[in-house]
């Protein structure tokens, strides 16, 4: 494919003096490190950001201190005098960012063990693409549909659409929750009595879930939903677009288990279920987890969903878990607020934005430094087996 | 447990698992289809005669005699409206004027009356009775002229929104009221709202909110020259608008007038382009030299390790403190632009997608096979040169794919670019205008019109034809990529 | 040779000049969401009689709107309030001199879902509502719904008018929604039975009720003459009075102009001057 006269400039003999040899090694000493100083641009990067967002919020707590920023639920910047409580914000980051988690982590691990475990290749490879579409939709699109499709939906229908994901989603786990109850309930009878055992029980404990279920539907459809732009709103939006990586990352790490763990665990007889369950997922357990941090990452740090979907109220909700209550987050806050805060006057409203903005990089460095730990722990666990 | 149950509880995993990817695409599905149908009618929608004019006589398209034709037509169709509301005014002024001289003759007779004191106390009571009779009944007939007017200059507004400005009266400053409705599926909302009133209906208990009523507009008019007016609008409403099927490609390519209300979303486009490309010009030559020394230069050690962190830990900055950053470092340190510009943003994105670029350009080139290398190192060729002239242009595609990846999160990122290069009205720049002037930019204007724009609900159209044309245009990225891996695999394997 | 010469001096020259006339003929405006609408009309108006002047409008909010004239970053601030004492300091101490040209008044409307019987409120009421002392409609007369609070951002313009002139030194609960703009203001109310929320009367159409406020209907009339409570001008900052003649002076000028109050009209704000 290349020619060798390309690979041996013209005039170079392959047989080289000492000085020349001298020369080369010097020249590629300092290719290389040019090349270093490049790459270790993103270490400048990295640093140059925690620099000049550390830099203006440092004037925050210099003139404020930690303790109301931190502990105050009173967000009242443009007040006379201010109050810059904004416990009420990291607050509703967390909210939504548990709602999301909520969202993502099962689906996406129920997904990424489908696709590792359970679908043969073909259709893997047609669910792939979605999953990659779902990763490139931009978050601008997402908070879009969030406002002016969902949003309204929430409101006008929300009540009946949560009725409807509790049967859809408690329906099949209740099936299955009575069978495996009744059989286990059945298991010390004598061999005879068993089968009317199980039948009854199992009778019992479906009218139980049933009407349970109904209960959880009635409550659902019962809601009164105010405002469409929501809590929830915003967790579901954002656990949607978490999901991608939750579900590429645990992939990747229930791939990285070997077939002889699984093919051991066949040979004992275990079933495919109890295989994935009791040996494959503890064995990627440290991956699954990255995928949880990474996913969690992008719902921290995701802006335009959340301000588009969540509301932006900045208060505690009452009761606490009231997902129905508008909400702020830090990345909405920033955005929102940064636009309008007198900047040049390095007022404190200007720099409590960045103080939020620095307390939103330790946070996104504290959990990139958990999942490089985690898959780090992962590598060295499938090494040492 | 059972035999039989241990196959249940898989069969039920199996189905968990499968229906997580149902849930999965049919969230996709569900978040595309709305995208997809509603931006479409930005393209192909039932343009009206009004559309055909303003096309033809703002932006000089369209044939002129075929648009002068239809014109015609529908102003013949159009003439009864604006007969029968002058027919109707002049009754209203008649009424007016009879209603004055009306209270002329009460006023003259209550005078009269004064006159007259001779006249016996029930005779009197009797002729004050008759009087305050006929000053209720002249009132009554006030109120019910001015109701009538009222209701008519409300009236008149609403068939100015559905068909413009009436011919022959002053033409109005904003483009969006000199012409009526220009999309078909408008025109009937507005239909809507000149046939029926929405009213607000009290309930006996006054703890619940009132309910929406629509009552015919025809009811505040009975009895009235006005009556026949609305089912003759109701039945010649495609006769005085003519909606016909219509393509609209150059929503792409036109700029925006009047706030977003006509013409296309070009300066948008382009805005995104710029920064698209400024970023990737910023970002791939840094990206694709630092993987190349990942690869193949640094040894694994604490150097790698700590790089490696590093570049993972600016992935994992939210995009809005790089916006932060872009703004505190570029313009307010750097002065790179005297305020927003397409630099400061490109900038800015460039630092966002280049750990994307740097991973991806690192598999790509640690994919060549070690003997490409050994090969060329074997031929005398220096490791520089090797990697120049074999290892680069076989990892070529690969890299190539990163980097299509990349420009589709370039291109979809909003939060670092609000602080550093976007505005809401701007016109398309020339290249050299980038350095230093901001842009509208795809992302950022979807959400200016969803949320900031003053009849959000009238541009819908264009909003979803936005977020159609942002989607579409990652995604043929995206696709572009999935199809050039694909081919490497193949040729990989071959 | 000389010939090559001159193309390259003439090529250089191509490329210099048009970044010349560019920085030129740009006008840059930022602030107010607000005045957005006037200013985004006023911009294309001018661009039409204009095409070599490219003029930028950005709707960032007044306080964004005065920092960038501070900064001699944008050349007019659209603000919906008057520049504040530190703000005006700023500006002197960079050398900015910040004139104001009233281009038009504008009323703040007190809006409702047209679900809810409410017709009036006094401010005291509306201060009420805002500060979470009256929780529920029907405390006003309203249907038994708790009132869903939609508000500014804290420090838009809009919002600082609101605070002065309606909340008069009390606090905002915590649990108002805020959104960037009146027209998200407008679409969560026009979304929401329960809601309230206030914007500028150019936003008002006839998907929200606008409530009377101390018993006065927000209106053009009213407005303009001071009665109804809650009204404001709204503002056009340049650095200086700009020179005679230049585009920026054309630009912000256009208020004064029969064109600029039409246009003022017609997207709903009271213009300054009567013709």
């Given at each position: 494919m290349v020619s060798s006269d390309r690979l041996v400039p013209a005039g170079r003999s392959l047989l080289l003096s000492y000085r020349a040899d001298r020369m080369r090694r010097l020249g590629s000493l300092v290719g290389q490190s040019i090349l270093l100083l490049i790459t270790s641009s993103s270490i400048l990067a990295v640093l140059f950001i925690f620099y000049f967002i550390g830099r203006d919020a440092i004037p925050f707590f210099q003139a404020e201190g930690f303790r109301e920023f931190f502990?105050?639920?009173?967000?009242?910047?443009?007040?006379?005098?201010?109050?810059?409580?904004a416990l009420a914000i990291f607050y509703g980051s967390a909210m939504v960012t548990v709602g999301a988690t909520l969202v993502a982590v099962p689906l996406g691990v129920l997904a990424a063990l489908c696709l590792s475990d359970i679908l043969p290749f073909s259709i893997r490879q047609m669910v792939k693409p979605v999953i990659e579409i779902l990763a490139a939709i931009p978050s601008v699109a997402f908070g879009f549909f969030a406002l002016v499709v969902f949003a309204p939906l929430l409101q006008e229908h929300g009540g009946r659409l949560l009725a409807w994901v509790g049967w859809l989603v408690g329906g099949p786990l209740a099936v299955l929750g009575v069978v495996v109850l009744s059989d286990l309930a059945t298991a010390g009878l004598p061999e005879k009595l068993r089968a009317a055992g199980r039948g009854a029980i199992g009778l019992v404990l479906a009218v139980v879930a049933f009407v349970g279920l109904a209960r959880l539907g009635d409550f659902f459809h019962g809601l009164?939903?105010?405002?469409?732009?929501?809590a929830l709103n915003a967790s579901i939006i954002l656990g949607i677009m978490a999901l991608p990586t939750v579900v590429s990352v645990s992939e990747d790490a229930l791939q990285a288990v070997g077939r002889e763990l699984r093919e051991g665990s066949y040979a004992l007889g275990a079933t495919r279920a109890e295989t994935l369950v009791r040996v494959v997922i503890p064995a990627a357990a440290s991956g699954i987890s990255a995928a949880v941090i990474l996913g969690v990452m992008r719902a921290v740090g995701e802006t335009m969903v959340v301000w588009m979907a969540s509301g932006n109220a900045a208060h505690v909700p009452e009761p606490w878990y009231d997902f129905l209550a508008s909400v702020r987050t830090l990345t909405a806050n920033i955005a929102g607020d940064m636009g309008e805060a007198d900047q040049s006057l390095g007022s404190s409203r200007y720099h409590v934005l960045f103080a939020m903005a620095l307390c939103l990089l330790a946070v996104s460095f504290a959990l990139n430094m958990l999942s490089e730990w985690a898959v780090h722990r992962s590598r060295k666990k499938m090494r040492g087996q | 447990m059972r035999l039989g149950t241990r196959k249940l509880i898989d069969r039920g995993m199996t189905a968990l698992g499968i229906g997580s990817i149902v849930l999965l695409a049919a969230a996709l599905l569900v978040f595309l289809a709305p995208i997809v149908v509603r931006g479409l009618g930005a393209f192909v929608f039932r343009g009206t005669i009004e559309y055909r004019q303003l096309t033809l006589e703002k932006f000089g398209r369209g044939d002129v005699d075929a648009v002068e034709a239809e014109q015609a037509e529908a102003v013949e169709a159009r003439r009864p409206v604006y007969e029968m509301l002058s027919a109707y005014k002049k009754e209203l002024a008649d009424g007016h004027e009879s209603l004055d001289e009306a209270k002329k003759q009460f006023r003259a007779d209550r005078k009269e009356m004064r006159r007259h004191e001779g006249l016996a106390d029930q005779q009197r009571a009797d002729a004050q009775a008759e009087l305050d009779r006929r000053e209720a009944e002249l009132d009554r007939r006030g109120e019910q002229l001015a109701k009538h007017e009222a209701s008519l200059v409300e009236l008149e507004e609403l068939i100015r929104e559905l068909l413009?400005?009436?011919?022959?009266?002053s033409v109005p400053v904003l483009w969006r009221d000199q012409y009526g409705q220009t999309r078909w599926d408008r025109a009937q909302v507005k239909l809507d709202q000149i046939l029926n009133v929405e009213t607000w209906v009290d309930q006996d208990d006054p703890d619940q909110p009132r309910v929406r009523v629509l009552v015919p507009r025809a009811d505040a008019f009975e009895g009235t020259t006005l009556a026949p007016l609305f089912p003759y609008i109701e039945n010649n409403a495609e006769a005085m608008l003519l909606p016909r099927l219509t393509f609209y490609w150059r929503f792409l390519t036109d700029t925006s007038f009047d706030a977003h209300f006509f013409g296309g979303i070009w300066p948008e486009i382009l805005g995104t382009i710029y920064l698209t490309l400024g970023a990737m010009l910023f970002a791939v030559p840094m990206g694709v030299v630092a993987a190349i020394y990942l690869v193949e230069y640094a040894r694994e050690g604490f150097l790698v390790r700590v790089l490696r962190t590093f570049i993972n830990t600016l992935a994992g900055v939210p995009s809005i403190v790089f916006g932060l950053f872009g703004l505190a470092f570029f313009i307010s340190t750097m002065h790179v632009s005297p305020s927003k510009s397409v630099l400061a943003g490109s900038m800015t994105l460039a630092m966002l997608i280049l750990p994307m670029v740097i991973r991806a350009s690192e598999e790509a080139i640690r994919a060549v096979p070690a003997t490409y290398k050994e090969a060329a190192l074997s031929l005398g060729a220096s490791k520089w040169w090797a990697v120049l002239t074999v290892i680069l242009p076989a990892a070529l595609p690969g890299v190539l794919t990163g980097i299509v990846i990349s420009m589709g999160r370039a291109a979809g990122e909003t939060a670092p670019i609000i602080f550093t290069a976007a505005v809401s009205v701007g016109k398309p720049l020339w290249p050299w205008e980038a350095l230093s002037q901001p842009t509208p930019a795809l992302p950022w204007n979807i959400y200016n019109l969803a949320t900031?724009?003053?009849?959000v609900d009238e541009i819908r159209h264009v909003q979803y034809g936005m977020v159609l044309t942002l989607v579409l245009l990652v995604l043929l990225l995206n696709a572009a990529a999935i199809v050039m891996r694909a081919r490497i695999s193949k040729k990989l394997r071959a | 040779m000389r010939r090559f010469i001159v193309f390259l001096v003439s090529a250089a020259l191509g490329m210099v000049s048009p970044v010349a006339m560019a920085a030129e003929t740009r006008i840059v405006v930022d602030g107010s969401t607000t005045v957005g609408p006037i200013a985004k009309q006023f911009a294309q108006y001018y661009m039409s009689k204009h095409p070599d002047v490219n003029v930028t409008v950005s709707e960032s909010g007044s306080g964004n709107g005065a920092k960038s004239l501070v900064n001699g970053t944008c050349d007019a601030a659209s603000m919906s309030r008057f520049m504040k004492d530190n703000e005006f300091q700023a500006a002197v101490a960079k050398g900015v001199m910040p004139v104001a040209h009233v281009v038009a008044v504008d009323g703040l409307a007190v809006i409702v879902h047209?679900?809810?019987?409410?017709k009036d409120l006094s401010l005291a009421q509306f201060r009420d509502i805002y500060e979470g002392k009256i929780k529920n409609w029907s405390e006003v007369g309203g249907p038994s719904l708790s009132i869903v609070k939609v508000g500014r951002d804290t420090n838009s313009g809009t919002y600082e008018t609101f605070e002065s002139l309606v909340m008069q030194g009390a606090r905002v609960s915590g649990d108002t929604e805020t959104t960037g703009s009146n027209g998200a203001v407008r679409a969560r109310v026009q979304s929401t039975p329960a809601s309230i929320g206030y914007v500028g009367l150019g936003f008002v159409d006839r998907t929200v009720k606008p409530l009377a406020v101390n018993g006065i209907v927000p209106n053009r009339e009213t407005v303009a003459s001071g009665v109804y409570p809650i009204a404001r001008p709204l503002f056009l900052f340049t650095?200086?009075?700009?020179?005679?003649?230049t585009p920026l002076h054309g630009f912000v000028t256009l208020y004064l102009s029969e064109k600029g109050q039409e246009i003022i009209e017609a997207i709903g704000f009271v213009p300054v001057t009567d013709y």
């Amino acid at each position: 494919m290349v020619s060798s006269d390309r690979l041996v400039p013209a005039g170079r003999s392959l047989l080289l003096s000492y000085r020349a040899d001298r020369m080369r090694r010097l020249g590629s000493l300092v290719g290389q490190s040019i090349l270093l100083l490049i790459t270790s641009s993103s270490i400048l990067a990295v640093l140059f950001i925690f620099y000049f967002i550390g830099r203006d919020a440092i004037p925050f707590f210099q003139a404020e201190g930690f303790r109301e920023f931190f502990t105050s639920a009173d967000w009242y910047p443009s007040g006379d005098p201010p109050a810059y409580g904004a416990l009420a914000i990291f607050y509703g980051s967390a909210m939504v960012t548990v709602g999301a988690t909520l969202v993502a982590v099962p689906l996406g691990v129920l997904a990424a063990l489908c696709l590792s475990d359970i679908l043969p290749f073909s259709i893997r490879q047609m669910v792939k693409p979605v999953i990659e579409i779902l990763a490139a939709i931009p978050s601008v699109a997402f908070g879009f549909f969030a406002l002016v499709v969902f949003a309204p939906l929430l409101q006008e229908h929300g009540g009946r659409l949560l009725a409807w994901v509790g049967w859809l989603v408690g329906g099949p786990l209740a099936v299955l929750g009575v069978v495996v109850l009744s059989d286990l309930a059945t298991a010390g009878l004598p061999e005879k009595l068993r089968a009317a055992g199980r039948g009854a029980i199992g009778l019992v404990l479906a009218v139980v879930a049933f009407v349970g279920l109904a209960r959880l539907g009635d409550f659902f459809h019962g809601l009164q939903i105010v405002t469409g732009v929501n809590a929830l709103n915003a967790s579901i939006i954002l656990g949607i677009m978490a999901l991608p990586t939750v579900v590429s990352v645990s992939e990747d790490a229930l791939q990285a288990v070997g077939r002889e763990l699984r093919e051991g665990s066949y040979a004992l007889g275990a079933t495919r279920a109890e295989t994935l369950v009791r040996v494959v997922i503890p064995a990627a357990a440290s991956g699954i987890s990255a995928a949880v941090i990474l996913g969690v990452m992008r719902a921290v740090g995701e802006t335009m969903v959340v301000w588009m979907a969540s509301g932006n109220a900045a208060h505690v909700p009452e009761p606490w878990y009231d997902f129905l209550a508008s909400v702020r987050t830090l990345t909405a806050n920033i955005a929102g607020d940064m636009g309008e805060a007198d900047q040049s006057l390095g007022s404190s409203r200007y720099h409590v934005l960045f103080a939020m903005a620095l307390c939103l990089l330790a946070v996104s460095f504290a959990l990139n430094m958990l999942s490089e730990w985690a898959v780090h722990r992962s590598r060295k666990k499938m090494r040492g087996q | 447990m059972r035999l039989g149950t241990r196959k249940l509880i898989d069969r039920g995993m199996t189905a968990l698992g499968i229906g997580s990817i149902v849930l999965l695409a049919a969230a996709l599905l569900v978040f595309l289809a709305p995208i997809v149908v509603r931006g479409l009618g930005a393209f192909v929608f039932r343009g009206t005669i009004e559309y055909r004019q303003l096309t033809l006589e703002k932006f000089g398209r369209g044939d002129v005699d075929a648009v002068e034709a239809e014109q015609a037509e529908a102003v013949e169709a159009r003439r009864p409206v604006y007969e029968m509301l002058s027919a109707y005014k002049k009754e209203l002024a008649d009424g007016h004027e009879s209603l004055d001289e009306a209270k002329k003759q009460f006023r003259a007779d209550r005078k009269e009356m004064r006159r007259h004191e001779g006249l016996a106390d029930q005779q009197r009571a009797d002729a004050q009775a008759e009087l305050d009779r006929r000053e209720a009944e002249l009132d009554r007939r006030g109120e019910q002229l001015a109701k009538h007017e009222a209701s008519l200059v409300e009236l008149e507004e609403l068939i100015r929104e559905l068909l413009g400005p009436e011919p022959g009266q002053s033409v109005p400053v904003l483009w969006r009221d000199q012409y009526g409705q220009t999309r078909w599926d408008r025109a009937q909302v507005k239909l809507d709202q000149i046939l029926n009133v929405e009213t607000w209906v009290d309930q006996d208990d006054p703890d619940q909110p009132r309910v929406r009523v629509l009552v015919p507009r025809a009811d505040a008019f009975e009895g009235t020259t006005l009556a026949p007016l609305f089912p003759y609008i109701e039945n010649n409403a495609e006769a005085m608008l003519l909606p016909r099927l219509t393509f609209y490609w150059r929503f792409l390519t036109d700029t925006s007038f009047d706030a977003h209300f006509f013409g296309g979303i070009w300066p948008e486009i382009l805005g995104t382009i710029y920064l698209t490309l400024g970023a990737m010009l910023f970002a791939v030559p840094m990206g694709v030299v630092a993987a190349i020394y990942l690869v193949e230069y640094a040894r694994e050690g604490f150097l790698v390790r700590v790089l490696r962190t590093f570049i993972n830990t600016l992935a994992g900055v939210p995009s809005i403190v790089f916006g932060l950053f872009g703004l505190a470092f570029f313009i307010s340190t750097m002065h790179v632009s005297p305020s927003k510009s397409v630099l400061a943003g490109s900038m800015t994105l460039a630092m966002l997608i280049l750990p994307m670029v740097i991973r991806a350009s690192e598999e790509a080139i640690r994919a060549v096979p070690a003997t490409y290398k050994e090969a060329a190192l074997s031929l005398g060729a220096s490791k520089w040169w090797a990697v120049l002239t074999v290892i680069l242009p076989a990892a070529l595609p690969g890299v190539l794919t990163g980097i299509v990846i990349s420009m589709g999160r370039a291109a979809g990122e909003t939060a670092p670019i609000i602080f550093t290069a976007a505005v809401s009205v701007g016109k398309p720049l020339w290249p050299w205008e980038a350095l230093s002037q901001p842009t509208p930019a795809l992302p950022w204007n979807i959400y200016n019109l969803a949320t900031e724009h003053e009849a959000v609900d009238e541009i819908r159209h264009v909003q979803y034809g936005m977020v159609l044309t942002l989607v579409l245009l990652v995604l043929l990225l995206n696709a572009a990529a999935i199809v050039m891996r694909a081919r490497i695999s193949k040729k990989l394997r071959a | 040779m000389r010939r090559f010469i001159v193309f390259l001096v003439s090529a250089a020259l191509g490329m210099v000049s048009p970044v010349a006339m560019a920085a030129e003929t740009r006008i840059v405006v930022d602030g107010s969401t607000t005045v957005g609408p006037i200013a985004k009309q006023f911009a294309q108006y001018y661009m039409s009689k204009h095409p070599d002047v490219n003029v930028t409008v950005s709707e960032s909010g007044s306080g964004n709107g005065a920092k960038s004239l501070v900064n001699g970053t944008c050349d007019a601030a659209s603000m919906s309030r008057f520049m504040k004492d530190n703000e005006f300091q700023a500006a002197v101490a960079k050398g900015v001199m910040p004139v104001a040209h009233v281009v038009a008044v504008d009323g703040l409307a007190v809006i409702v879902h047209p679900s809810n019987r409410v017709k009036d409120l006094s401010l005291a009421q509306f201060r009420d509502i805002y500060e979470g002392k009256i929780k529920n409609w029907s405390e006003v007369g309203g249907p038994s719904l708790s009132i869903v609070k939609v508000g500014r951002d804290t420090n838009s313009g809009t919002y600082e008018t609101f605070e002065s002139l309606v909340m008069q030194g009390a606090r905002v609960s915590g649990d108002t929604e805020t959104t960037g703009s009146n027209g998200a203001v407008r679409a969560r109310v026009q979304s929401t039975p329960a809601s309230i929320g206030y914007v500028g009367l150019g936003f008002v159409d006839r998907t929200v009720k606008p409530l009377a406020v101390n018993g006065i209907v927000p209106n053009r009339e009213t407005v303009a003459s001071g009665v109804y409570p809650i009204a404001r001008p709204l503002f056009l900052f340049t650095n200086g009075y700009p020179k005679l003649g230049t585009p920026l002076h054309g630009f912000v000028t256009l208020y004064l102009s029969e064109k600029g109050q039409e246009i003022i009209e017609a997207i709903g704000f009271v213009p300054v001057t009567d013709y």
